[in-house]
Protein backbone atom coordinates (compact mmCIF):
# COMPACT_ATOMS: atom_id res chain seq x y z
CA UNK A 1 0.00 0.00 0.00
CA UNK A 2 2.72 2.32 0.64
CA UNK A 3 3.75 2.65 -2.69
CA UNK A 4 0.11 2.98 -4.27
CA UNK A 5 0.14 5.87 -1.37
CA UNK A 6 2.84 7.62 -3.15
CA UNK A 7 1.49 7.44 -6.33
CA UNK A 8 -1.38 8.60 -5.78
CA UNK A 9 0.57 11.62 -3.85
CA UNK A 10 1.72 11.82 -7.31
CA UNK A 11 -1.29 12.32 -9.20
CA UNK A 12 -3.24 14.55 -6.75
CA UNK A 13 0.04 17.06 -7.48
CA UNK A 14 -0.84 16.41 -11.17
CA UNK A 15 2.31 14.23 -11.88
CA UNK A 16 2.81 11.02 -13.71
CA UNK A 17 4.33 7.53 -12.73
CA UNK A 18 6.55 6.02 -15.93
CA UNK A 19 4.47 3.53 -17.33
CA UNK A 20 1.01 3.75 -15.43
CA UNK A 21 -1.71 5.00 -17.85
CA UNK A 22 -5.10 5.98 -15.74
CA UNK A 23 -7.91 7.56 -16.06
CA UNK A 24 -10.21 9.52 -13.12
CA UNK A 25 -12.58 6.35 -12.90
CA UNK A 26 -9.10 4.29 -12.35
CA UNK A 27 -8.03 6.72 -9.89
CA UNK A 28 -11.37 6.96 -7.52
CA UNK A 29 -11.12 3.24 -7.59
CA UNK A 30 -7.26 2.96 -6.90
CA UNK A 31 -7.84 6.14 -4.35
CA UNK A 32 -10.84 3.92 -2.66
CA UNK A 33 -8.80 0.81 -2.14
CA UNK A 34 -5.76 2.79 -0.40
CA UNK A 35 -7.61 4.84 2.26
CA UNK A 36 -9.88 1.21 3.08
CA UNK A 37 -13.21 2.70 1.45
CA UNK A 38 -13.27 -0.54 -0.54
CA UNK A 39 -11.56 -3.77 -1.24
CA UNK A 40 -12.60 -5.23 -4.91
CA UNK A 41 -12.61 -4.30 -8.43
CA UNK A 42 -14.03 -5.53 -11.47
CA UNK A 43 -11.41 -3.60 -13.62
CA UNK A 44 -8.31 -5.13 -15.13
CA UNK A 45 -6.22 -1.78 -15.41
CA UNK A 46 -6.74 -1.56 -11.64
CA UNK A 47 -5.78 -4.97 -10.86
CA UNK A 48 -2.60 -4.24 -13.11
CA UNK A 49 -1.71 -1.13 -10.88
CA UNK A 50 -2.27 -3.27 -7.93
CA UNK A 51 0.33 -5.94 -9.20
CA UNK A 52 3.28 -3.55 -9.73
CA UNK A 53 2.53 -1.79 -6.51
CA UNK A 54 2.54 -5.44 -5.02
CA UNK A 55 -0.63 -5.61 -4.06
CA UNK A 56 -1.60 -9.48 -3.39
CA UNK A 57 -5.53 -9.60 -5.00
CA UNK A 58 -7.51 -13.05 -5.24
CA UNK A 59 -9.73 -13.74 -8.02
CA UNK A 60 -13.63 -13.24 -6.70
CA UNK A 61 -15.95 -13.57 -8.87
CA UNK A 62 -15.91 -11.43 -11.67
CA UNK A 63 -13.57 -9.36 -10.13
CA UNK A 64 -10.49 -9.40 -7.40
CA UNK A 65 -10.50 -8.74 -3.79
CA UNK A 66 -7.25 -6.96 -2.09
CA UNK A 67 -5.48 -9.43 0.27
CA UNK A 68 -5.21 -7.17 3.85
Same mark, same amino acid.
Given at each position: ?K???? !??? @??I ?6 GV *??T ?6 ? &?? @???? &? ?9 ? #? ?5 ? @??T *? #???I? !?????
Amino acid at each position: MKKLNE !WIS @IWIDGGKVKGV *KFTLAMFDEL &YD @IARG &YADTTISSEVK #AVLDKCG @IKT *K #AEGIG !WRVIR
